[in-house]
């Protein structure tokens, strides 16, 4: 298949890792040439340009740009594709994606592989990133169901979880395990910074260890994706900060008042909770019926 990929950084870059180790012919479109000739060097693409007349051959292109520049994108690049060509996007909001891009090329199919470094640009590109990594895909009622399911055979050939739900459905519930903590990760990096004692500071930095680096990892990531992530899912994302602000001053009251007892039901409840976060069910997910998205 001729695979292209619009925005080589990150994400872009180590989708055409994986699929040219498929054995796909991937076509790449940077803003600069430097990025295009490093994307040739590294291999990462079999032919780069910063001209959209490249995707003319494309049989099904990514669109792997910061969200706000997906829909221009592909205001620019349909006029280059042949009307078979299918489009997907992998922009960590679906919503108003979808709702923007949907009326430019009926072959458009929402996704996004949740996968990441918090690293970005070319240079963070890695193969196998999306293995074992799930992978929504949000087909609205007028998505072509041929189009998806090409979609999630290319994300299924990269060992991807692939999963279907509506756009709305994955706004909701990328709040909570992805920019919900995002946003409780960058402030406890900020809370940390206000210690007032240079030695306990100084100290705290010396000591800091796994966990405080899984903790706040995702808050050390790229801030353009992390403001993106607010501006987008705006209000699914205030939903899950009030709630979470309520748990913790939950945890104040329970510490304040000596109230061991509700201190411990609480961790009791997260410590039985969490592995339903982290472990994956063996069965794979089945296209939504159409009649459904409706
Ligand atoms: P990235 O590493 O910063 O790469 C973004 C790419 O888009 C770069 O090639 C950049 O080009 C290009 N670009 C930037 N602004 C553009 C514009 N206005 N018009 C056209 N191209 C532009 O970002 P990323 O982490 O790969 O994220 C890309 C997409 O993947 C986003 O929609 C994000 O929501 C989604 N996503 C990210 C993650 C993650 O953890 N990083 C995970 C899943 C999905 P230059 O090189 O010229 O700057």
Redesign the pocket.
């Known amino acids: 298949m001729n695979i292209g990929i619009v925005?080589?950084?990150?994400?872009?870059g180590s989708l055409g890792l994986d699929l040219r180790s498929r054995g796909h012919r991937v076509l790449g479109v940077?803003?600069?040439r430097e990025?295009c000739q490093a994307a040739i060097a590294r291999q990462i693409v079999d032919d780069a340009d910063v001209d959209f007349t490249l995707m003319e051959s494309a049989d099904l292109v990514f669109v792997?740009?910061?969200?706000a520049?997906?829909a221009p994108?592909v205001q620019r690049l349909v006029p280059h594709l042949s009307s078979t060509a299918i489009i997907t996007d992998?922009?960590?909001v679906k919503t108003p994606v979808a709702q923007a891009v949907a009326p430019l090329w009926p072959r458009f199919v929402p996704g996004?592989?949740?996968?990441?470094?918090e690293r970005?640009?070319?240079d963070?590109a890695i193969s196998n990133l999306f293995a074992d990594r799930p992978y929504a895909i949000t087909p609205l009622a007028s998505t072509p169901p041929a189009a998806t399911e090409q979609v999630a055979a290319i994300a299924a050939s990269l060992q991807a979880r692939v999963y279907y739900c509506t756009p709305e459905d994955h706004d909701r519930s990328v709040a909570w395990i992805s920019h919900l903590p995002v946003m409780v990760a960058a402030s406890l990096i900020d809370a940390c910074l206000s210690e007032p004692s240079t030695t306990a500071i100084a100290l705290a930095q010396k000591f800091a260890s796994t966990g405080f680096r899984d903790t706040t990892r995702v808050g050390g990531?790229?801030p353009?994706?992390g403001m993106?992530m607010a501006q987008y899912n705006r209000q699914e994302l205030l939903r899950s900060l009030c709630t979470y602000r309520q748990r913790l001053d939950a945890f104040i009251c329970a510490i304040e008042s000596e109230n061991w007892a509700a201190l411990e039901q609480f961790l009791q409840r997260t410590q039985d909770a969490r592995p339903q976060f982290l472990t994956f069910p063996d069965s794979i997910d089945s296209p939504p019926d159409r009649n459904s998205l409706e």
Do not use: D, F, W
């Not at 792997?64 to 969200?67: D, K, N, S, Y």
């Not at 996004?112 to 470094?117: C, K, N, R």
């Open positions: 925005g080589l950084g990150s994400i872009g940077a803003r600069r990025t792997c740009t910061p969200i520049a997906i994108t992998v922009g960590s996004h592989p949740m996968a990441g470094t970005s640009g070319l963070a990531g790229n353009e994706l993106m």
